[in-house]
Each structure stands twice: as C-alpha cells, then as structure tokens.
C-alpha cells in the first residue's frame, strides 16, 4: 500500500483505541480512500465505525443531511458543505468522530474561484468540536487526491486533545 497513508491510518487507530472513541468518515473526492486506508490496519472494527461515499450532491443530501441552501449558497466544495457532512456523519453513527473531504480532484470540474486542487475538509468531534480549512493541492487527480487521505488524517491526530492522567 502507501507506507505514509498506513503510518498515519495506524496513529489514528492507536490514538482512537487509547481514548475508547471511533471514528466515521464522510468522503466526496477521496471515494472512500481514507476509509480504505484505516481499514487496513488490523484491529480497525475496533475503532473505526462507518465510512459514508457522499460524491453527489443527492448523496450528500440524502445520507447525510447536508442542507439544499448550504450546497446552492457555498457549493458541495466549501467549508461549510463538508461541516455539515462532518456533523452528519456523526448523527448517523455510533462514532465520536468524523471527518469530511469534499474538493476538486481534476483533472476537470475547476474554476477560477475553486480551480483544480481545492479540497476542503472538515473535522467534528467529542464537545462539539469542529474544524475545517481548505488547501489546494498540486499535481494531477491521483495526487490531489492522495495528499487529501493524508490531510484528513494528519488534521484528525491534530485535533486530539492530550490525554488526561
């Protein structure tokens, strides 16, 4: 596999066991590559709960509920698409966290305010946390898509709060 994406799949794991949580996943561009990734790992049912491919917007609607007015007002590439695809990756698991990659792999669907590369994520968690960012990535769809796997999960191990004694 990808010995980067299998590290970080792994820490993710390990960080989830000791804290007792689990984790859901929401992916558009990825197609499911992040779930993919943790599901590698041995001993991944142990915290690793669902993984929702959302690449239409009807999918994002309807297995999520991502809200019409976001997608029609920001766009299912936004920050507050993938929110809310977070958030509902949440209501619709046992997970207490989840992440969310919506973007524009390419090589087409780009424009001048989202060109080719921007991916948006989002990260939702335990006391209502949640986080989102936009990047832009370079290289062709494989590695748009690959930096965005890796992204997700170095965002999630991110946002961990240190353990309490």
Same mark, same amino acid.
């Given at each position: 596999m990808d010995g980067e994406l299998d590290r970080l799949a792994a820490a993710v $794991?390990? @960080?989830?066991? !000791? @804290? #007792? !949580?689990?984790?859901a996943t929401a992916e558009s561009c990825? %197609? #499911?590559w992040v779930s993919q990734c943790v599901t590698t790992i041995a001993g991944s049912s142990a915290w690793f709960d669902r993984g929702f491919v959302t690449y239409s917007n009807e999918a994002k609607v309807d297995m999520l509920g991502v809200s019409r007015k976001t997608l029609? @007002?920001?766009g299912a590439?936004? !920050?507050p698409a993938a929110i809310e695809m977070?958030? $509902?990756a949440l209501r619709h698991s046992r997970a207490q966290w989840a992440l969310a990659i919506s973007g524009v792999a390419g090589p087409s669907g780009g424009s001048p305010e989202k060109p080719v590369g921007t991916v948006c994520f989002a990260w939702a968690g335990? +006391?209502?946390?949640?986080?989102?960012?936009?990047c832009?990535?370079? %290289? +062709? @769809?494989?590695a748009v898509r690959r930096a965005s796997v890796a992204h997700a999960l170095r965002g999630l191990l991110a946002r961990f709060a240190p353990m309490r004694a």
């Open positions: $794991g390990a @960080r989830l066991l !000791e @804290r #007792g !949580e689990v984790l990825t %197609g #499911g029609v @007002r920001h590439v936004s !920050e977070a958030q $509902g335990p +006391d209502d946390l949640t986080a989102s960012e936009t832009h990535f370079p %290289g +062709d @769809r494989a």
